[in-house]
């Protein structure tokens, strides 16, 4: 069966691709630049350079593809990227999944996000059916995450566009190349430059298992359904530094700032932002969200896909290993167990 994917330069597309070639894929990439895995290459993957927003590059791709696992998007909080995040992550969305349909394609996986999802309540925990009510609480890439996945589901429904939503929770996990906000996040703290923190809640998961959702939502998912690849635990950062300080022995940054004092400041960071022409240090929809204490639930996806995430401490530890095999971290770290 051949199975194109976009993405695949991108931390969760890469290990999509590499758990495809496991479970014997034929493997087709979307890619704009070039691929710098000779392991793929030899093991016969088709190469297609083109965006996606690129109609001329999608019908080659796309032709004689039986499934499509759509991963690419522009991944930044940015409002300096504001029109590419929303060309991308919205207009992109309608303009493959469109083809894809036109070509034949016959299931798609696209990937969306917890952050297309709104509160249930405060503490209260969410799944796939909670309505989005956070416009006011996002920054233009989640709200871009809800267009995209709102936009799917209209395909699924006026025109049969045969769509299935995947969304992640924030990854972590070996492979984090770029780094991404999450894996900085563990540099940072084991390089002792954060100042401080505050006290939001995450879901963290492993990259692995999300990239092997996405392929069992392919497999077993139902269409126009939306399937949540989240981990086990809503943890606060204290929880998660402590995980780090467990791993490493370095401890959490000295300053940990109460919420109620935070979101005065994002505001004064916000009004800075826009007299700089720079993003804030502190967002105010990250304050706003802190303080809704968000906290997501995997059952759907365990019950239908045999969907089971790791612990965790097992991802954690291997992200930090993995860094340090690859020069993101001074040769003074130390691990400490897993």
Not at 88 to 100: E, F
Not at 308 to 337: C, Q, T
Request: glycine share 8%.
């Amino acid at each position: 069966m051949k199975l194109a994917i976009t993405g695949a330069s991108g931390y969760i597309g890469s290990h999509v691709v590499d758990r495809a070639l496991e479970r014997g894929y034929q493997v087709r990439l979307l890619v704009r630049r070039e691929v710098k895995r000779p392991d793929w290459i030899r093991r016969g993957i088709e190469i297609f350079r083109g965006d996606v927003r690129d109609d001329r590059a999608l019908t080659p791709f796309l032709t004689g593809a039986d499934f499509l696992c759509h991963v690419a998007g522009v991944n930044t909080p940015s409002s300096t990227q504001r029109d590419n995040i929303m060309s991308s992550n919205v207009d992109g969305v309608k303009q493959i999944l469109s083809r894809a349909h036109q070509c034949g394609v016959r299931r798609i996986i696209h990937t969306g996000s917890t952050a297309a999802l709104g509160c249930s309540g405060k503490g209260l925990m969410n799944n796939e059916d909670t309505a989005f009510n956070l416009w006011n609480a996002s920054t233009d890439y989640e709200r871009s995450k809800y267009l995209g996945e709102k936009a799917s589901l209209e395909l699924f429904k006026n025109q049969g566009v045969p769509v299935i939503i995947a969304q992640p929770a924030a990854c972590v996990g070996p492979g984090d190349v770029k780094p991404t906000y999450t894996g900085k996040l563990i540099i940072d703290f084991i390089n002792r430059s954060l100042p401080g923190y505050f006290d939001i809640r995450h879901n963290f998961v492993d990259v692995r298992d999300v990239a092997l959702g996405h392929l069992l939502a392919l497999e077993k998912g139902r269409l126009g359904e939306r399937y949540l690849l989240c981990g086990d635990d809503n943890l606060l950062m204290s929880d998660y530094f402590a995980l780090i300080t467990r791993f490493t022995g370095i401890p959490p940054p000295a300053i940990k700032l109460p919420l109620w004092m935070v979101l005065p400041m994002a505001y004064g960071f916000h009004v800075l932002g826009a007299l700089t022409h720079k993003d804030p240090f502190i967002r105010v929809s990250t304050v706003k969200r802190a303080l809704l204490d968000l906290r997501y639930d995997n059952a759907k996806a365990k019950r239908e896909l045999g969907y089971a995430p790791r612990p965790l401490s097992v991802a954690l530890f291997d992200e930090i290993k993995w860094f340090m095999d690859n020069g993101y971290l001074p040769h003074s770290v130390r691990l400490k167990g897993s």
